[in-house]
């Protein structure tokens, strides 16, 4: 099936810095991405959608200023955590929606990315 | 908006057994319905998928069925394995590639062996 990778996996940073994740569509191209944030033993709570070439899409609650994110190409989005807090550690997943044709609109997940700001 | 509604949240079986997770939505015109497990630690992945034109979809020891009129779809998991042990979501979209699926809050699997 597609692949969606994205990195780090893992990622441990100081409070008051800033870390970017990474989310690459590796086999196909992905006008439309997402980024989820889920806690220990919850369901995935949708942080934005990422369109390619504009400005995204944030969900009530979510603080763009805070989680920047960029799809500056049809395989790549990133949201980067801007001065980050102990209260934003937490395990970041990105999608992506495969949208050519004969695909469907299927949509994969990537891998996950563990935060943990001390 | 569409809502999902996933059932139990918890499901223990033993090896062998079957699993079934239900899931009802609200959106009449949602007509795309996928299945992600995931893992612990890891990124939900793609397991199986059913679109509204078909009732039933199987993939060796999975299946969905869809009832569109009742607006429900269930996942079936024959002979299940410890390794079939994970968190099962189920989501609901509208095909076109514009829409954000909506998902169920997740069902976690436990195969004893």
């Known amino acids: 099936g597609a692949v969606v990778s994205q990195h780090p996996s893992r990622v441990i940073c100081k409070s008051g810095t800033s870390v970017k994740i990474e989310c690459r569509s590796l086999?196909?191209?992905?006008?439309?991405m997402f980024w989820y944030r889920q806690f220990p033993k919850q369901s995935l709570m949708l942080m934005a959608t990422?369109?390619?070439?504009?400005?995204?899409?944030?969900e009530q609650g979510v603080e763009k200023d805070k989680f920047l994110i960029n799809h500056a190409s049809l395989t790549l989005s990133t949201l980067t955590v801007t001065s980050a807090h102990p209260e934003d550690s937490s395990f970041y997943i990105c999608?992506?929606?495969?949208?050519?044709?004969?695909?469907?609109?299927?949509?994969?997940f990537g891998e996950g990315s563990w935060l943990t700001v001390v | 908006g569409e809502n999902v509604e996933q059932h139990p949240s918890t499901l223990s079986v033993q090896e062998g057994d079957s699993a079934v997770i239900k899931c009802t939505y609200s959106?009449?015109?949602?007509?795309?319905f996928p299945w992600y497990k995931q893992e612990l630690g890891k990124g939900p992945q793609l397991i199986i998928d059913?679109?509204?034109?078909?009732g039933e979809k199987k993939d060796q020891r999975i299946a969905v069925t869809l009832n569109k009129t009742a607006k429900h779809f269930s996942l079936h998991i024959t002979e299940t394995q410890p390794e079939d042990s994970a968190v099962y979501f189920c989501?609901?979209?509208?095909?076109?590639?514009?829409?954000?699926?909506?998902f169920g809050r997740g069902t976690s699997l436990i195969v004893h062996p």
């Open positions: 990422s369109n390619e070439g504009s400005k995204a899409t944030y």
């Open positions: 059913i679109r509204s034109n078909v």
């Open positions: 959106d009449s015109a949602s007509n795309y």
């Open positions: 989501a609901a979209s509208k095909g076109g590639g514009s829409y954000i699926p909506t």
């Open positions: 999608s992506a929606r495969n949208a050519g044709t004969g695909s469907g609109n299927t949509i994969y």
């Open positions: 086999d196909f191209q992905a006008t439309t």
